[in-house]
């Protein structure tokens, strides 16, 4: 079985380290912060200028001047911080968020990532990605190992414009654990019932497969 | 800086407190460079971005961050079709924005949310362009210059600067020293040094002295008009648990 959304984004807060700050884009990233492992603590940046984001609000909670970079309102935990746009990608761009998760159309064997446009269809600009890419020291990429047609989102190059070169680490899909070591992505976890033909089969990419890949664990 | 008077009101001393929107934006006129402040809807000027789609003045360039939504914010620019360049990180949520863009009535130029942020702080810090890895081999580094440093690339950015800056914040006192709230601050600091003239819309106005100068977020030689606004506060995404 394909892995849901919500355990793709339970799978990756298994990434989660005490004490890291982390970035998390739209989409499936968001999600990650609803499985926070027990016992540890970790800090949330919007890079609209909020380190420590909180849950979404209660009715009475909402405040328009407290918002995501998703532009949804948010609330602050206790101890959180705002500061302006150039402060926020200062700490992005200087290295300084411990982990960005982030979504894509594609991802390459090089590392490279697509993200933010698709030729044809509207472009709506790219926000704050390309600087999320160039300025994580860790990525852990969330997507859909295969389009409906079943063509491979995991390539030996990217079709799309590009978002950033050289960035992407690892990579989390509804089938498997992916990480980029040396030009080709390690088969490190395939999702639970899922057999390692039908990834290999959804893998454009150069696949290194191991004697053992052990099926992901779920449950926190 | 005698330039940056120019036609603004009779004032004394350090008193930047104008008590009208036509005051406010007194000079402001057809084909200027102008920054608005915001995320979103968040942290906009509301009154300066209404009046200027009053004053029907045409050809901006306009650098925010977004483009408003059909209706609202710069959306009303949209409507009134005064922009003729938009510099801008995201311009989704806005039908009209698309058509305008699709049709060639508008130029837009796409910045990384960071690098547009960086620009607009190099350019009130008098910094002419600096290097950045972001967008380094994709189609934003196209036509720019690169450079290595230590091993890894870098795209050589140009800063930005304004004609007017419009921005909003929480808090101001007469003189122009202002505090933001909490996630309406975003490009507001950055834009007010960038601006030749920069008017701060503001939700509330005290005299010096009542704000503590140690929670100074923005200090008043970057403002040069400080109008009371009213806000609606429009929310885009409104979610609760």
């Known amino acids: 079985m394909s892995l849901s959304r919500e355990q793709i984004a339970q799978r990756i807060a298994q990434e989660l380290k005490d004490g890291y700050y982390v970035n998390l884009g739209i989409g499936i990233p968001t999600l990650v912060a609803n499985y926070i492992p027990k016992g540890i603590e970790v800090l949330f940046q919007s890079e609209n200028g909020l380190l420590g984001m ?36 200062a700490m992005i761009r200087g290295g300084h ?105 959804l893998t454009e990419a150069n696949l290194i497969i191991p004697d053992h890949v052990p099926e992901m664990r779920l449950s926190a | 800086m005698a330039a940056k008077l120019e036609g603004s009101s009779p004032r004394k001393g350090f008193n930047k407190v104008v008590s009208t929107y036509q005051e406010a934006l007194a000079g402001f006129a057809d084909g200027m460079t102008v920054m608005v402040g915001g995320f979103g809807l968040c942290g906009i000027p509301e009154g300066l971005i209404k009046t200027v789609s009053e004053m029907g003045v045409k050809n901006l360039t306009c650098i ?46 796409l910045t990384p949310q960071g690098t547009l942020a960086e620009k607009i702080r190099a350019g009130g810090a008098g910094i002419p362009a600096f290097y950045t890895a972001t967008g380094y081999g994709t189609v934003v580094a196209e036509g720019k210059d690169t450079r290595e440093f230590n091993g890894r690339m870098y795209v050589l950015e140009e800063s930005l600067r304004a004609d007017f800056s419009l921005i909003r914040a929480w808090k101001a006192d007469t003189m122009g020293n202002l505090i933001y709230r909490k996630t309406a601050m975003n490009f507001n600091p950055m834009m007010a040094a ?35 606004g009213t806000f609606e506060k429009r929310i885009e995404q409104r979610t609760t648990r």
């Open chain 2, 64 to 109: 925010s961050n977004n483009a408003g939504v059909d209706g609202f914010g710069l959306g009303l620019w949209l409507e009134h079709r005064q922009i003729k360049t938009m510099i801008a990180s995201y311009v989704g949520e806005n039908a009209l924005f698309e058509q305008l863009f699709l049709s060639g009535e508008m130029q837009v130029i």
């Open chain 1, 97 to 201: 968020v411990d982990l960005t998760v982030l979504g894509a159309f594609e991802v390459d064997q090089e590392g490279n990532i697509a993200s933010w446009m698709i030729p044809g269809k509207l472009v709506k600009g790219m926000g704050g990605a390309m600087d999320l890419v160039a300025g994580a020291e860790n990525i852990i990429v969330a997507m859909a190992h295969a389009n409906k047609a079943g063509e491979s989102k995991i390539l030996k190059k990217c079709t799309l414009p590009l978002t950033g070169v050289n960035c992407v680490k690892k990579v989390v899909t509804d089938l498997a654990v992916l990480e980029l070591k040396d030009g080709k992505f390690q088969l490190l976890e395939r999702a639970p019932g899922v057999s390692i033909e039908e990834i290999q089969r």
């Open chain 2, 194 to 228: 960038a601006g030749k003239i920069t008017v701060a819309e503001v939700e509330e106005i005290v005299q010096p002295g009542e704000l503590n100068p140690e929670h100074i977020h923005t200090p008043g030689i970057y403002v040069d008009r400080v109008i009371q």
């Open chain 1, 54 to 89: 909180g849950p979404f609000p209660t009715e009475d909670e909402v405040d328009p001047d407290l918002i995501n970079a998703g532009k949804q309102t948010v609330t602050a935990v206790t101890g959180a911080c705002f500061f302006s746009s150039a402060e926020s990608f």
